[in-house]
């Protein structure tokens, strides 16, 4: 059965750290691009980051770049979110996806929820004093 469980979620306080993980298991990693979504209560989906499958380029929106890294290990059937700096507003449930298409799109599509296949159930991430 395919599947994506994400983990590593908590409570921090403002500037602090945390690293997610993406397990997957039922389908071939390293065919799949892997994005991270978030959501606030009352504020819609955003696309936070995307890895490619083949050359494992990297995309992230404009509010967490250099401060979030998106990484994974085919190997071992992970991938991970390494969270820095972070600030009350990242508090989210933050779900992983992946994506058929391998290359997280050519037009900014891996922004888009609807180009995922498949979905975790999220790990929720607080940042408060």
């Known amino acids: 059965q395919v599947q994506l469980v994400e983990s590593g979620g908590g409570l921090v306080q403002p500037g602090g750290s945390l690293r997610l993980s993406c397990a997957a298991s039922?389908?071939?990693?390293?065919?799949?691009?892997i994005g991270w979504f978030r959501q606030a209560p009352g504020k819609e989906r955003e696309g936070v980051s995307c890895?490619?499958?083949?050359?494992?380029?990297?995309y992230y929106t404009d509010s967490v770049k250099g401060r979030f890294t998106i990484s994974r290990d085919n190997a071992n059937r992970t991938v991970y979110l390494q969270m820095n700096k972070l600030k009350p507003e990242d508090t989210a449930l933050y779900y992983c996806?992946?994506?058929?298409?391998?290359?997280?799109?050519?037009?900014?599509?891996?922004?888009?929820?609807?180009?995922?296949?498949?979905w975790g159930q999220g790990t929720q991430v607080t940042v408060s004093s």
């Open positions: 039922g389908f071939s990693l390293h065919d799949y691009a």
């Open positions: 890895i490619r499958s083949s050359d494992e380029t990297t």
């Open positions: 996806a992946a994506d058929v298409h391998s290359g997280c799109g050519d037009l900014g599509e891996w922004r888009q929820s609807h180009y995922y296949t498949y």
